[in-house]
């Protein structure tokens, strides 16, 4: 799977918010903002294939947490961006 490169993320007022590149990203009632370990997450695998197992790695590694937490953190991570309909697969 990877991030749809139409959505790109900027700094507004001190957050970083996931928008629609284009003529699309003038609707800002949906503002999908990032906390700082979903912003690492998007910054390290933003323009290529990734796996959950990809993801977990990351997480584990940077965080230094045990396989079984980085394995449901990113499931859920992943999750939420299916479901705000940010991937391409």
């Given at each position: 799977?990877?991030?749809?490169?139409?959505?790109?993320?900027?700094?507004?007022?001190g957050e970083h918010v996931v928008?629609?590149?284009?003529h699309h990203g003038k609707d800002?009632?949906?503002?999908?903002?990032?906390?700082e370990s979903a912003l690492y997450?998007?910054?390290?695998?933003?323009?290529?294939?990734?796996?959950?197992?990809?993801?977990?790695?990351?997480?584990?590694?940077?965080?230094?947490?045990?396989?079984?937490?980085?394995?449901?953190?990113?499931?859920?991570?992943?999750?939420?961006?299916?479901?705000?309909?940010?991937?391409?697969?």
């Open positions: 799977m990877k991030i749809n490169e139409k959505y790109k993320v900027r700094e507004m007022a928008i629609m590149q284009g800002l009632t949906k503002i999908i903002s990032l906390n997450l998007w910054r390290a695998i933003e323009g290529r294939e990734f796996t959950i197992e990809t993801i977990a790695e990351l997480l584990a590694e940077h965080y230094g947490i045990d396989d079984e937490i980085a394995q449901r953190d990113a499931s859920t991570w992943i999750s939420k961006l299916d479901e705000c309909g940010l991937l391409e697969q």
